[in-house]
């Protein structure tokens, strides 16, 4: 096993949820508010379509539902406005916020729709571009202000060419996870996202670079945050089982998942609540009956 697994236990918030190696791993349903959005099935557009299936998403087993108005998926073909971002967030939050019990996270990268989410009672904010866009600091701030959970995923400022990806994705959220503290947020409000499905390079294909850092999570463990993982219905995915299209990545994505938590992550980020908790039993019983037969042969 990796020697960065033995690193001390991991623990910290997600909104009010304990989160970490002690605690079972954390299910956030995805729901999307614009057809901005990759995986189109994500998408509900009316409130009372967000409502019905935020609830049917904490029925199957969700910690945590996380929206998004705006994509920030690398190849993503056109932009939504600040304003149009804000509006959507709100009136989700609004219509979800009285009517389920588990956290509301939101997927932003601006300052003006995060601090209105939190406003309305969103406790968590999920940073894709890891507080290196212009907004990367009042972003910080307002965690750090509100007291939400700080969501981090490894973004590279200036893409470089090669290298190794795990060396990498560490000098990123090294970066990110130092401007936030800078910033005031507490430690145990951060969650490390290793960024499956942003990193480009000419050099190493989207196959090498996603699955090498899934198999060797656990060398992010030397962070001491907890790790949150989003590989639900993502292009590597869609290559890997003969060029389908996100409708028919399902399969696979339960797959990638089942590495990521056998691998140590604590938090899957999924478009599929139902199917993707039964992977993540599975795959987390049989890690913690291997870190027993470690114990023993140690």
């Known amino acids: 096993m990796d020697s960065d697994l033995n690193v001390g236990t991991l623990s910290g918030l997600m909104g009010n949820l304990r989160v970490g190696d002690n605690s079972p791993i954390r299910i956030m349903g995805v729901i999307n508010l614009t057809s901005n959005s990759f995986y189109s099935g994500s998408v509900r557009k009316k409130p009372e379509d967000v409502l019905e299936t935020a609830l049917k998403m904490e029925e199957e087993g969700a910690n945590v539902i996380d929206i998004g108005a705006r994509s920030t998926a690398p190849y993503r073909t056109y932009d939504i406005s600040t304003r149009i971002e804000q509006k959507l967030l709100v009136e989700a939050i609004k219509v979800l916020i009285r009517k389920i019990n588990i956290p509301i996270s939101v997927d932003t990268t601006r300052s003006g729709p995060a601090k209105a989410a939190l406003d309305e009672g ?154 993707t908790l039964q992977a993540v039993r599975v795959a987390a019983e049989i890690r913690k009956q291997e870190k027993g037969l470690s114990h023993i042969r140690s």
């Open 122 to 275: 969103a406790t968590i904010l999920n940073d894709a571009f890891g507080l290196t866009q212009k907004d990367g600091h009042s972003l910080a701030a307002l965690s750090a202000e509100y007291e939400s959970s700080l969501i981090i995923t490894a973004h590279e400022i200036r893409p470089k060419s090669g290298g190794n990806p795990i060396d990498r994705v560490k000098q990123a959220l090294e970066r990110s996870v130092e401007l936030a503290i800078s910033n005031g947020v507490q430690r145990r409000r951060i969650i490390i996202d290793p960024g499956i499905g942003f990193f480009s390079d000419k050099q190493i294909s989207n196959i090498e670079w996603n699955c090498t850092v899934l198999s060797r999570l656990s060398y992010f463990r030397s962070f001491r945050f907890p790790i949150c993982v989003g590989v639900s219905r993502k292009r590597f995915i869609g290559i890997l089982v003969g060029n389908k299209p996100a409708e028919q990545r399902m399969f696979g994505s339960l797959a990638a998942t089942a590495i990521a938590v056998y691998n140590g992550c604590h938090i899957i980020r999924t478009h599929d609540v139902a199917e």
